[in-house]
Structures are given as C-alpha cells and as structure tokens.
Nanobody, 122 residues
C-alpha cells in the first residue's frame, strides 16, 4: 500500500510565500514522478507543477505559476516540495499531491494525497 502525506498550506496574504511538501511511503519499488494539482471551487483540477523523480529531474509548470513557484525533489526521502512565492488570490485552492509510483510488480500507478488548503487573502 502506498500513501502520500502532505504538509504545509494555510492562510497567507497576497504577495506572501508558502511551502508544500509531500512524502511517499509504503511498498514502493520506484517513483517515476511527483507533482501538485489544485482545484478551486467550481473549477476543474489542474496541474500546477511536476518533477521527474528519475534521471535529470525535468520539471513542468502551469503558465499561471511559472516564475513564482519552484518544485524540487529529494529522492533519498521520497519527498517532493513546492515553494510558492508572490502568491495571488487566484492561487487559492485545495492542492493535491500526485505520484506516479511503481509497486514491486513493476507497474506504475497514480496515487493522490488527501489535499491541503491554500488560501491567499488579505
């Protein structure tokens, strides 16, 4: 069984910063990639940022966060973090950790965290 445990999030004023972290645990043979999605009320879930956990660690960002958010990885700890700077009210959403994780059978599956609320408001 695989679990993704999120930490961080909370309430911050516009222009402020927050850091989200996500750690994978359980019966894991390997992690192909990890990332964050978010879902605001009345909107679809969207990709925020993603990092390959193998190889060179290629990253991908939504246009709306590029230059403000930075995703990083710690393979030894099976952890991925998202540093969010210059936060805007439109960043308010529930942020979900995502992992593409291989079980001992070798097949990759998609796993999700429970979500953490980020609220940007004065």
């Amino acid at each position: 069984q695989v679990q993704l445990v999120e930490s961080g999030g909370g309430l911050v004023q516009p222009g402020g910063s927050l850091r989200l972290s996500c750690t994978a645990s359980g019966t894991i043979a390997g992690i192909d990639g990890m990332g964050w999605y978010r879902q605001a009320p009345g909107k679809q879930r969207e990709l925020v940022a993603y990092v390959d956990m193998i190889g060179a660690g290629r990253t991908q960002y939504a246009d709306s966060v590029a230059g403000r958010f930075t995703i990083s990885r710690d393979n030894a700890k099976s952890t991925m973090s998202l540093s969010m700077n210059n936060l805007k009210p439109e960043d308010t959403a529930v942020y979900y950790c995502y992992g593409k994780i291989r079980t001992p059978a070798g097949v990759p599956y998609a796993y999700w965290g429970q979500g953490t609320q980020v609220t940007v408001s004065s």
